[in-house]
């Protein structure tokens, strides 16, 4: 073994998994050296989940960027000449509609994502998979790309490991567990071991289930828990005896059990001549902090195995046999059969990126096998370029909130994620149930009198609309639909579009105390923002004033989205609340690596905002303020932002809309919102939900929404939000910024589409959720555009006031036409749309008051 260094550039700590090995061959493609990983367990790993992993990947998930890691992972194990490309059944049970909408939506999915999975009858099933009852089935979904690692990941990690040892840029400990991390000034400066201290620049932790005992070494929990995975084998299974193969049949999931199933191959091969089945508990999972698992020594198998109890499986197990009777006919391997630990995540993806606290430090955990290579280039591109080819905002670190990284929290959220690993199909709008109020505004106790019907956004409790309210639907109703299909209708309250329309003939007051605000002040808090913002922040004509702006990424794309608000002694960014933790450890980031003097508060919680919008918003507020003539519009420009006085207190008044209509964001202190509130309410105006606010009101006005319209693959001259002069100060990004402007065109646009017809094949009038993709009619194709960027909507909702389902798509430049038909597929089935705008244009005009045709 080599002598332990005592310095190195990096450190990796989980060597041994799949996820720590890729991101060692990934950083040493993007031209790294001097790396040191190191391993609690053997190199490969024997115990880790890489260990005892079932090494199967389907390719299909309903969000791109998950799609994006497991088809990279599988060209990688294939190219490597470990990845059998066997395809996987997903079935539905006969009389199982819910799970056959499922595979529905989930073939959508696959065209919008760009997966060849494509839907299978009960004949072609058996074909696939004769060990299935063909009158079991209803249909199912196939994927041809789907498959096996072969012969195990273990051997893939094992591998990667040897070759980047034998580049002599990679030295590797096996057996040497990271005892304490060293930091100083706020930096990563090394890691303790037995063997040892290594001084380093940058650490990365990809340690697995065991990843937050090494968070915690710097003060840190990461959102993720391990949770038993019951694995049992069945045999003998001679069926592809003398073949040579890991695997014979495709894999099998039967997800309305949650469960899957699979044949070993040969018996000749390392774990051939079995049936493997796997199941995920849905009603009781298994939790175990990973201070609960045990030491190798102190372990009857691995400590990331634990023994398995019949009683947990046996009653999903009788359901498996009567799909696939041969489970009852083999004989079942106890000795094989256990609870392997995997990891689920309280938050609804894996956690990556760097240290909220300790610059240099970064995370990799919560990972799957089947995005294991996927994620080690999103790692290796993200340390050295400072970005990924995908956007990574839904699996950055920095997003997370204090309150989402206590114990409890993670543990209620964990608990329900493993809930829902396999069944059931999970809800585009899906609400969590444990770890709710967590904040509340000061108006909350109002909207539970109003009846609100609240959602949770960055802890912040949000009414999307109230049942105070519903009176309205006598007078609208017959210009809100009824949404019959319940998939279409769950999570949503129809009483929000008549609050829409109301507000749209008179005015009404919306609680946005969910907003993200920082205030950056110091010597250097222009220089930072003029610096990080495509907008113009400096000269005094700005001061006194609310500038929409955006941070690029060094390519020039879209990172961020907000207004800044120019105040005399300082910049206040106003943020969404999903958004804003991330862009306030980059700002922080940001100010430091420039040496620039500055502080930068998160002020989220000192402060709240109420929105007041309408063609009477002018008129209701005078009735309210101290001094009415403040509020006329020769007194009051539009962008500007002014003091006014409200019951007392003393409000910041921003003249601004993000739904189309006149009116104000009125921002005070927290201790000032109820006093505020009740005012407004005095007036006799009308609370309306943040559905029309975030959703239909916003699409009927064309505006953009940061991480679901706004990504790092598109520009800011593609989401047609670009200012029609480049400021004349240097800004990050400038350069692409400047070279993408100087196009001719540009490769793709955000358009925005109207569903022509929503009646589906049942007669059924559909309101859809979700990304769709975006198909044109006459090849039956999916849109790409010139940079392979295929085209499915961002963004969509039902707009009252047009009367339509409305929706945003990139489209490639040759399909950027007004009146251009086009389809979109919703469960299957396709839809007619039409372009009725190219970039930026409101499909409703407030000042006529009409619609736009």
Known sequence: MAEFPARAKVVIIGLGGIVGASIAHHLIERGWDDIVGIDKSGIPTDIGSTAHASDFCYTTSHDYLSVWTTQYSIDFFEKMGHYARIGGLEVARTGDETWMEEIRRKLSSARAFGTRA????????????????????????????????????????????????????????????????????????????????????????????????????????????????????????????????????????????????????????????????????????????????????????????????????????????????????????????????????????????????????????????????????????????????????????????????????????????????????????????????????????????????????????????????????????????????????????????????????????????????????????????????????????????????????????VRADFTVFRLADRCRLVNGADAGPRDFHYMKRVAEDRGLDVTITDTSEKYITIGIWGPNARATLKKAVADPASLDAQNFPFAAIKQIEIAGKSVTAFRISYVGEQGWELHMKYEDGLAVWDALRATGIMAFGVETYANSRRMEKSLRLQNADLLTQYNLIEADLARPKVKEADFRGKARHLEYKARAQQPAMLCTLVMTDNVDSKGVARYPVGSMPVVDPVTGEVLIDSLGRRSYTTSVAFGPTIGKNIALAYLPAEYCEVGRKLNVEYFAESFPVEVAAVGYRPLYDPENLKPRS
């Open 118 to 557: 494509h839907y299978v009858s009960p004949a072609e099933i058996k074909k696939l998979f004769p060990l299935i009852e063909e009158e079991k089935v209803m249909g199912g979904m196939f994927d041809p790309d789907a498959g096996l690692v072969v012969p195990r990941s273990q051997t893939v990690a094992g591998k990667l490991v040897d070759a980047a040892e034998k580049s002599g840029k990679l030295t590797a400990f096996a057996n040497t567990p990271a005892k304490s991390l060293i930091v100083e000034g706020g930096r990563i400066k090394g890691v303790v071991t037995h063997r040892g201290t290594i001084m380093a620049d940058h650490v990365i932790v990809c340690a697995g289930i065991w990843g937050r005992l090494i968070a915690e070494m710097v003060g840190e929990d990461l959102p993720v828990m391990p949770v038993d995975h019951p694995l049992t084998f069945f045999g003998p299974f001679n069926e592809f005896e003398g073949t040579g193969k890991d695997i014979g049949y495709p894999l099998l999931r039967d997800q309305g059990n949650s469960a899957y199933m699979r044949d070993t191959g040969d018996p000749k091969t390392s774990e051939g001549g079995q049936i493997e089945w796997g199941y995920y508990e849905e009603t009781n999972p298994r939790l175990c902090h990973p201070r609960d698992i045990l030491e190798k020594h102190e372990s009857r198998l691995s400590p990331s195995q634990r023994d398995l109890d019949m009683e947990q499986i046996l009653e999903p197990l009788e359901r498996a046999m009567e799909l696939t009777p041969i489970l009852g006919e083999l004989g079942y391997n106890e000795s094989h059969s256990f609870n392997g630990l995997l990891q689920v995540s309280a938050a609804g993806g894996p956690s990556c990126g760097e240290s909220q606290k300790v610059r240099g430090l970064w995370y990799c955990v919560a990972i799957w096998v089947k995005d294991g290579p996927g994620y080690g280039k999103l790692i290796a591109d993200w340390m050295t370029d400072g970005r990924t080819e995908i956007d990574h905002n839904s699996i950055d670190y920095a997003r997370f909130y204090p309150h989402q990284l206590t114990e409890d929290f993670i543990a209620g959220r964990a608990y329900e994620a493993a809930q829902k690993i396999y069944f059931p199909a999970v809800h585009t709008r899906e609400p969590y149930a444990t770890g709710r109020g967590a904040k509340r505004s000061p108006m909350y106790e109002r909207e539970v009198e109003l009846g609100g019907y609240f959602m949770e956004l960055g802890g912040w409790e949000r009414a999307h609309g109230y049942a105070a309210n519903e009176h309205l639907l006598e007078k609208y109703g017959d210009r809100v639909p009824v949404r019959e299909n319940e998939w279409d209708n769950r999570h949503f309250w129809r009483v929000s579009n008549a609050e829409h329309l109301a507000m749209s003939e008179d005015c009404g007051i919306v609680n946005l105390s969910h907003f993200h605000m920082v205030d950056i002040e110091g010597p250097d808090h222009v220089e930072l923002l003029e610096w990080l913002c495509a907008a113009r922040i400096g000269g005094d004509a700005n001061i006194g004033k609310g500038i929409y702006t955006h941070f690029l990424d060094d390519e020039g794309m």
